[in-house]
């Protein structure tokens, strides 16, 4: 992840297999500081969760819930148990839903991913596709707006561009519905939580329709801000004197433009841009909070603003631990994959000059 | 490869873009309904908010029935009953051939299972995080039920209660099917199992719940809609907005400034009606400035209340005079005690530097009510009202919940809250807001924890009574004390609003703001018929 | 308190209120301009808490012992995938929503990123030439720090400090608009947005320009850099 960590020279399978192995020991150290963090907080909460699960305020009742959920145990059986529940998946009942979290999160998880892999994709593609096209083509005023573009990430809030959206595509055109997920006048598909999969693995071409018209403004919005951040670091890239020089001598190879950008300088840029991506993941997941809040999204945003607000202490413990575990293994994972473009890059590039 | 995928991509959106024409004109199959919150449980023992309520309203149904469109009861799961003369005993007479939707026939005996379940706390569905407390609050003369044969379940009394077979009609006793507990156990408030005219197939927390026509029912004719859709919304305009695009056919919690547009729109018809409610703000007397009778006195003057139903309620509501709606027995038409007087406020204010010595806490919520369309701005209005006259005030906002069990706890000095009339009798509203048995701290109703002996016995008085005229007069002395005190100024009466699609017929406002859409149904199919 | 105009609300603008007034009776054009304050002010607060906690930071991972510059680049690792939005909600289990909670969570929740920036700022100056040279020649300590490596730090401390604020700010209001804030009322941007999200078909200005407004802000503190 460290620039100076990065690994320079030849490497072999071994190499390989020793980076996995300090990742992994790196993850799981992290988890932990991760999870006593948690664990840490909820212990600060200055009210009792018990208390506002049970609206008849009986002492007696409260110790004897408080007893049965093992709330009176010293603080570290309490952690380590809280540790075994979330690797065991048994993660206990929202204290005000009464309903197992696990399930839950089964519902609500996958419809953020179905926001946020989308939005990704689809930012960072078109990202790509611009600042490319602008360098490919020689259309230098694409570049312009680009640049106006990126700052336009960092500037404007999304939430306020998700407001306007709605306005204008919803309100005054009318062409998507103005939130939600899906339209339950019709029979929601069932099996993994992923409406489009669903609908699609029941060749259900009327649920297919609905979920990707719901989707289209939620992940426009969700999409912006992934565009500029990839757009940015491209631009920056490309504008390196290196990449400069390579062009040229590509150029007077008598190399095509598409061939130059599409594919020799795009291969040498996709570790940056694989990396910014990776980091801009838990951003990403941020932006899905306040995504979903403006289109009424049931997602996993809401679930664990909600669960915070109320204080519902299984949701808190283990839904936001697994937010966390899951941004950490995002940026992880796309660090190493980074690392192996950059890898491949440079034993080709070893081969090219022997 | 590549190319393809963003081909699929392309042609995808250019299939949405262009796809979005008019809808056809026929009357959809499933009905769609919006409001602004999910229910939380759909277990009628163990609730307290609209939306769980309204949700059961569809699936499930009481011995009585209030009367469409009223707050008069008649029987419905009962045939008949009958009140012994010294209204100690309520006989009631089952109805044959009703079966719950799990096929569970209805008998004496499903039928006390809904009522041990609540007063017996060793019963197995008397479940422990369960709160039971509109048992407490409204059967407590029940002594105990009794079977006397298969169609006939009998309930004894420990003092006569007017107020009574209101309360079966109200959500605490509508029926649960026990075949729903043996299947489901602890986890059946979230798998309902009623003899109503719609029966549950889907809980999407967060999204909707799905029900669809139930083909068993006992009444004729059937449920209007093959299935019906409860959808939540949070957001007022969100909702409005779904309703604009015809992807919703009702919804209720609408900004009611939005209402004028609407009334020009020939698709939408506009259900309003006088709301059985009652938004105030009590003062917590567990915190020792609130008992100062001069304080309540000069935030009652200093509060504009025309003004909040003016630019809170955008005038669809009225002031409420006094802490029971208009027009129920023993509460005067005129224009109550409390009037604004923000000199006089000001006079007082100023004559008690002792007040200012920190802000007063003002705790508020964020979701729509009936009786307060935007809570927040309830607050904000308030505020600006109380800084008028000199005084400071912090503004706390929380979620519904939270809120509730602050005020319940008494935890901040001045609450803004309501109250829905589950039957039209003033003890509803009365006994909850200043018996001290609701003054309990954790599960307070009176969240003033006002405690006046005199008031408690005036409260009980009121429902042993049947003589109408003699019962005006005690409730006429209860409201004198409650004048004479302030342990909280009503505010505000909130109309209720619905809005409905124009071909949803069969549709009446209920004045304790349920809605039960059982019989209502799509015009086009009535034509048909 | 603004003075209120209730007899006005949601009327458009006039020759007194150039903006308008609110739902609540109040001049839409002062409240903006209170909220923009508020906003500027925490923002600013947040942004110096994150360069102070960076800066002790960085020192403690350059001078400290190995093990606790391990430790902390570690934790870095883990607190750069936070989002803002949910170390503002890790604290809000302890902590009452408020505007002072909100400018802990923006303080801490941007404190990796600005961790990695001055740290790479730091060693490229030390590591420069003319900062080794001076070392040689006997400059050591305060004196090699204040002539030698803040001349040099400066310019891109400020740039990362207009970065810092920027983002800051955008988290604020994102945070404030969930309703994180505590008070409804309280004037800030990204609040008085989420307040007026009531009237977006009545008066869909009192949603367009809060936002607008924050992002013209944002927008000139970000273009600004490129004329240091």
Redesign the interface.
């Known amino acids: ?3 100076d960590e990065q690994q320079a020279g030849s490497g072999s399978r071994f190499q390989t297999l020793g980076l996995l192995g300090r990742e992994l020991r ?1 993850f799981i ?2 988890f932990f ?2 999870s006593f ?2 664990f840490l ?2 212990e ?3 009210e009792d969760p018990i ?7 009986d002492p007696e ?1 409260i110790a ?2 408080r007893e049965s959920l093992g709330l009176n145990d010293p603080w570290y059986q309490r952690y380590v148990r809280g540790m075994g529940d979330f690797v065991q998946l048994d993660w206990g009942e929202s204290l ?4 197992s979290v696990r399930s ?1 999160v089964g ?2 998880l996958p419809a953020t991913l179905e926001l946020a892999i989308p939005g990704i994709l ?1 930012g960072a ?1 078109l990202g790509i596709a611009v600042v490319l096209l602008a360098h490919a083509t020689g259309w230098r005023w694409l570049l312009q707006p680009v640049r106006g573009f990126s ?2 990430g ?7 561009i998700g ?2 959206l ?2 204008l595509f ?2 005054w055109l ?13 029979v ?1 598909p069932k099996g993994s939580g992923f409406l489009i999969i669903d609908s699609i693995l029941q060749a259900d071409v009327e649920a297919l ?1 609905i979920s ?2 719901h989707l ?1 403004l939620p992940v426009m919005t969700l999409s912006l801000y992934p565009a500029a951040v990839v757009a940015g670091t491209l631009e920056a890239r490309l504008n390196q004197s290196s990449i400069q020089r390579l062009v040229t001598a590509l150029e007077a190879r008598g190399f095509s433009p598409l061939r130059i950008w599409g594919r020799h300088v795009l291969r040498l840029v996709s570790g940056p841009v694989v990396t910014v991506i990776g ?1 801009q ?7 899905a ?2 995504t979903e ?1 403006v289109y ?1 999204w ?1 997602g996993m ?6 669960g ?4 519902d202490l299984y949701v ?1 413990q283990h839904g ?1 631990l697994l ?2 575990v899951l ?2 293994f ?2 992880t994972l796309s660090d190493l994959w980074a690392r192996r473009l950059d890898y491949q890059l440079k034993t080709r590039e070893g081969e090219g000059a022997a | 490869m590549r190319v393809a995928l963003y081909g699929i991509l392309f042609a995808s959106l250019v299939f949405i873009f262009t796809g979005c024409g008019p809808k056809p004109e026929a009357a959809p199959k499933a009905f769609v309904f919006a409001r602004g919150a999910d229910a939380q449980k759909l277990d009628p023992a163990d609730v307290d908010d609209g939306e769980s309520v309204n949700t059961m309203a569809q699936v499930f149904e009481g011995l009585m029935a209030f009367r469409a469109g009223s707050l008069e009861v008649e029987p419905r799961l009962a045939e008949s009953y009958s009140i012994s003369a010294d209204g100690l005993r309520y006989t009631f007479k089952l109805r044959s051939g009703v079966v719950f939707h799990d096929g569970t026939p209805l008998n004496a005996d499903t039928a006390r299972f809904t009522f041990d379940r609540q007063m017996d706390p060793d019963h197995p569905a008397h479940f422990p995080e369960a709160s039971f407390q509109y048992w407490q609050n409204l059967f407590a003369d029940i002594e105990r039920v009794e079977t006397v044969d298969d169609r006939t379940l009998r309930f004894h009394l420990s003092s006569p209660n007017v107020g009574l077979l209101a309360t079966f009609a109200a959500f605490p006793s509508w029926l649960v099917s026990p075949g729903g507990f043996d299947k489901y156990g602890d986890k059946m408030a979230f798998h309902p199992v009623g003899t109503g005219p719609y029966r549950f197939i889907d809980w999407r927390p967060n999204e909707a719940v799905i029900l669809e026509r139930n083909p068993h029912y006992w009444r004729e004719p059937a449920a209007g809609f093959e299935r019906l859709v409860l959808r939540s919304i949070p957001l007022n305009t969100s909702r409005l907005s779904e309703l604009v695009a015809g992807n919703i056919h009702g919804l209720d919690g609408i900004q009611p400034s939005e209402l004028e547009d609407l009334a020009e729109d020939p698709r939408f018809e506009i259900h309003k009606g006088a709301g059985l409610n009652v938004g105030y703000l009590a003062f917590c007397e567990l915190h020792e400035r609130m008992r100062d009778p001069d304080l309540r006195k000069a935030i009652s003057m200093a509060i504009d209340r025309e003004n909040l139903v003016d630019l809170a309620l955008n005038g669809y509501g009225s002031v409420a005079e006094y802490p029971a709606p208009e027009g129920m027995l023993g509460v005067p038409d005129d224009a109550g005690p409390i009037r604004y007087n923000p000199e006089a406020a000001k006079a007082l204010v100023q004559a008690n530097p002792q007040w200012l010595e920190k802000p007063i806490e003002l705790a508020t919520f964020g979701q729509p009510r009936m009786y307060f369309p935007d809570p927040q701005r309830i607050a904000s209005l308030i505020r600006s009202d109380l800084e008028k006259i000199g005084l400071k005030v912090e503004i706390v906002n929380r979620e519904f919940k939270s809120h509730l069990h602050i005020s319940r706890r008494g935890e901040a000095e001045m609450v803004l809250l309501g109250w829905v009339g589950d039957t039209a009798d003033p003890d509803n509203f009365l006994t909850t807001f200043f018996h001290s048995k609701s003054a309990v701290v954790g599960s307070a109703l009176n969240v003033s924890f006002y405690r006046n002996p005199e008031m408690d016995a005036l409260l009980e008085k009121g429902l042993t009574i049947s003589d109408r005229s003699e019962r005006e007069a005690v409730y006429g002395r209860i409201l004198d004390l409650w004048a004479r005190d302030l342990p909280l100024i009503p505010l505000v009466q909130g109309d209720q609003i619905t809005v409905m699609d124009k071909r949803v017929r069969g549709y009446v406002l209920s004045p304790s703001g349920n809605h039960y859409f059982g019989p209502a149904f799509w015009k086009a199919e009535a034509a048909d018929e | 308190m603004a003075q209120d105009f209730r007899e006005q609300a949601l009327e458009g603008p006039s020759f007194s209120h150039w903006l308008g007034v609110d739902g609540l009776g109040r001049d839409f054009a002062s409240r903006l301009w209170q909220g923009a304050g508020n906003t500027v002010m925490l923002a600013g607060t947040g942004m110096v808490i994150t360069m102070l906690l960076a800066s002790l930071l960085v020192s403690l991972e350059q001078t400290g012992p190995d093990w606790c510059a391990r430790f902390i680049r570690m934790v870095i690792g883990l607190w750069v995938a936070l989002p803002v939005i949910f170390i503002g909600l890790l604290l809000l289990v302890f902590l009452k929503p408020s505007p002072g909670a909100l400018v802990l969570a923006i303080g801490f929740g941007n404190l990796a990123f600005c961790f990695r920036q001055l740290r790479v700022l730091w060693m490229t100056v030390r590591g420069a030439l003319y900062v080794r040279s001076s070392e040689v020649l006997g400059s050591r300590g305060w004196r090699l720090f204040q002539w030698a490596i803040w001349p040099n730090l400066k310019p891109d401390l400020l740039a990362l400090g207009r970065l810092l604020f920027a983002m800051s700010a955008l988290e604020l209001s994102g945070l404030a608009f969930l309703g994180l804030i505590g008070d409804p009322d309280f004037p800030e941007l990204g609040s008085i947005l989420k307040q007026n999200q009531a009237y977006l078909y009545q008066a869909p200005m009192l949603v367009i320009i809060p936002g607008a407004f924050l992002s013209f802000l944002l927008l000139s503190v970000h273009l600004s850099r490129f004329h240091k």
């Open positions: 992840m460290e620039a790196r150290l992290i500081i991760a963090g948690i907080a909820l600060s909460m200055p208390s506002l699960r049970v609206k008849n305020p009742r004897e819930i005000i839903s009464g309903r839950e519902r609500f689809i593609s700052a336009m960092l500037t404007v809030p999304i939430f306020w407001l306007i709605i306005l919803s309100v009318g062409w998507f519905p103005v939130g939600g997920r899906f339209d339950f006048a019709h929601a329709w990707l018209r289209v980091t993941a838990g951003a990403l997941l941020g932006g909070v306040l809040t009424s049931p945003g809401r679930f664990i603003v909600d915070v607000l109320h204080r808190i936001l937010i966390v941004a950490l995002v940026v």
